[in-house]
């Protein structure tokens, strides 16, 4: 795509979905895609890793970092994305209804596996309890390599994992960790088991896509 003459960014809306075309050296047109969905917007960081920062920093919650390529689903109206390059910062908000709380009282969420598409948050707890052994937790590299196939990513680091994905699982959860190094996985199974978050039949189409993956 080519800019106007004079244009170093661009903000095109299409289906429901925003793009932000930036003209810069080393950066992939589009930069950033905000994708709508049934659920809640999804964020695409499309640029390469070329020394721009992407920050999202909810109104609620910690800022995350997504790295290149992924995908990251905007959970709270007023989100702010900001793109930075050294001589240039895009900022774009993100605002949109969101979709109706659907747990019930028990705490079992009882929506099918189509509706983990539209959360980070919600598939990595899902995926935790679908491959933990009945007395145990998934290993740590298990469960990011299962995340990164589900999602059709490159596989993350083990720390961009836990800044952006296991970190703000435990927190829309309401879970507190008694010390930074303890082990986020042991504390977001016992949590989803304890509290019926995910059905068994859930759980099961879980599995049987990942062995499908």
């Known amino acids: ?19 932000v075309f930036v003209a810069l050296p080393y950066v992939s047109d589009p930069a950033l895609v905000v994708t709508a969905t049934d659920a809640q917007p999804v964020l ?21 970092s997504p790295e290149p390529g992924q995908r990251l689903s905007v959970t709270q109206p007023g989100t702010r994305v900001d793109l930075r390059f050294p001589d240039l910062t895009v900022s774009v908000t993100v605002d949109f209804d969101p979709a109706p709380a659907t747990r019930v009282g028990s705490g079992t969420e009882q929506l099918g596996v189509a ?10 707890g899902a995926l935790a309890v679908a491959l933990s052994p009945e007395h145990g937790v998934v290993a740590h590299g298990d469960l990011k390599a299962a995340f990164a196939r589900w999602r059709g990513v490159p596989e993350p680091s083990a720390g961009s994992f836990d800044r952006t994905i296991l970190r703000p699982a435990l927190e829309q959860r309401g879970i507190e960790l008694p010390g930074p190094r303890l082990n986020k996985i042991v504390y977001l199974v016992e949590w989803s088991r304890r509290t019926s978050e995910f059905p068994e039949r859930m759980l099961d189409d879980v599995r049987s896509r990942l062995d499908r993956a």
């Open 1 to 19: 795509m080519t800019l106007p003459a004079g244009r170093r960014v661009l903000v095109e809306r299409a289906g429901g979905s925003v793009y």
């Open 44 to 64: 695409y960081r499309g640029q390469r890793a070329n020394g721009a920062v992407v920050e999202v920093v909810a109104p609620r919650g910690p800022a995350s």
């Open 115 to 124: 509706a983990l598409e539209g959360d980070d948050l919600w598939l990595v």
